[in-house]
């Protein structure tokens, strides 16, 4: 943990103003930061809040071993993730996040066990749960009365490599028809570990969703029906849309010169 902390906290001494990368000429000037920094969660009302830097990217395609030739290689982006939410957390959400707590309570689940945290961004409302209660989660938000989020869009994947031990999230679209309301349900695992409880006996149409997730990013769901690849052969090696994966492609042939694919002009990240 001590490890994890350190690297973090490295990222984020790096994106200050300033700074330079290695193999990189040009400092990481304050208008560049700010550039970057449209893409980080937004605070109470626009405001700066503190963030969970988990890394920093420099230049346009994230080069390592040659100069960046972009002419990006000012650029800067910052990859953070937003810190749970203080009550109130304002319109319904209170109300959603006390009658899952009540509810959980009732079944002599610690709540605290249950959420890792609650997160209010944009207005939207995110509540990050164990993976081992996601289930039990998604069948409390569908069949209370006072919740009812009948419907699931669906699971995606994302993947953040500098995240130790929650290098994979699985992120869950939930939408109450009764109510008119939509929140989302977010569920880490480690790459090393890579398993999460199916939901498809509480949600069904997530079947094929699971299955794409699997495809694509390797995140196991356990107890599905027929976990098999959607989009990529069953005898694939490796899941194509996470970040360490080789980008691959065909030599393209033009009048009097040849192109090579992606990965054998250079290293990327």
Not at 22 to 47: C, D
Not at 133 to 155: K, M, P, S, Y
Request: hydrophobic fraction near 35%.
């Amino acid at each position: 943990m001590s490890e994890r902390n350190d690297e973090k906290q490295s990222a984020a001494d790096a994106a200050k103003p300033g700074a330079v990368a290695p193999g990189v000429g040009h400092p990481a000037t304050a208008s560049a930061l700010e550039a970057g920094s449209q893409n980080v969660p937004a605070g109470p009302r626009g405001a700066r809040t503190q963030l969970e830097v988990i890394a920093t990217h420099r230049g346009l395609f994230g080069v390592q071993d040659t100069g960046d030739t972009s002419g990006f290689g000012g650029l800067v982006s910052t990859i953070a993730l937003p810190p749970a939410s203080e009550r109130p957390y304002g319109g319904w959400f209170d109300e959603v996040v006390d009658v899952l707590v009540e509810i959980l309570t009732e079944q002599g689940l610690d709540p605290e066990a249950v959420l890792e945290k609650v997160v209010v961004d944009r207005g939207e409302l995110t509540i990050f749960v164990t993976r081992e209660h996601i289930d039990t989660v998604c069948r409390a938000l569908r069949d209370d009365q006072d919740l009812r989020f009948e419907l699931c869009l669906g699971v995606s994947g994302v993947h953040y490599p500098q995240d130790r031990g929650r290098e994979l999230h699985a992120v869950y679209h939930l939408m109450s028809v009764t109510h008119v309301r939509q929140l989302r349900l977010e569920v880490a695992c480690p790459e090393s570990d890579p398993h999460i409880p199916t939901v498809v006996d509480t949600y069904p149409g997530n079947d094929w969703h699971e299955r794409e997730t699997w495809d694509m990013f390797g995140i196991v769901f356990d107890g599905h029906p027929s976990l098999a690849r959607t989009l990529m052969p069953d005898d694939w090696v490796g899941h194509p849309q996470r970040k360490d994966y080789p980008l691959g492609g065909i030599p393209v042939e033009y009048k009097g010169a040849v192109v090579p694919p992606p990965d054998n002009r250079r290293s990327y990240r």
